[in-house]
């Protein structure tokens, strides 16, 4: 009795189908970021790939920074906590996306001198 009402009730019909495709999209939409973390299939910064990354001091990993050079770092200063970082928030390790250094994608344990920390 159900399958005839569904089949004969276009408006229920729609109904289900629309709330089967919202369903997928919610899905889709709530999937982690940091697997598809913006800009993490681009090619990784070194400083000799960019010269822009070379006067800021790119560093792959924030432990390497040359704190003669650069007296503005401050321990614990990485890109996963700076703003032009494009992967999650927070991030401790993977690559993303940057703001400054368009076209690559920086370690999340990376720094340069472009550092700034998101608010
Ligand atoms: S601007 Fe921020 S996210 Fe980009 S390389 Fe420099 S420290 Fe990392």
């Known amino acids: ?5 569904d089949r004969h009730d276009p408006s229920r019909r729609t109904f289900l189908a629309t709330a089967a495709v919202a369903a ?7 999937r982690p970021r940091s697997a598809h973390a913006a800009g993490a299939a681009l090619p990784h910064l070194t400083e000799n790939a960019n010269p822009l990354a070379k006067s800021f001091g790119y560093e792959p990993s924030a432990k390497a920074v040359n704190r ?10 990485r890109c996963g906590l700076c ?3 494009k ?3 927070g991030e401790t390790s993977g ?3 940057c703001a400054i250094y368009p076209g690559y994608s920086v370690d999340a344990q990376g720094w340069c ?4 920390a998101r608010s």
């Open 95 to 97: 690559y993303a996306g």
């Open 68 to 77: 003669t050079k650069f007296p503005s770092y401050k321990p614990g200063e």
């Open 83 to 85: 703003q032009f970082f």
């Open 113 to 116: 001198a472009s550092f700034n």
């Open 24 to 30: 997928s999209v919610a899905v889709i939409g709530l």
């Open 1 to 5: 009795m159900s399958q005839d009402n």
């Open 87 to 89: 992967g999650t928030p």
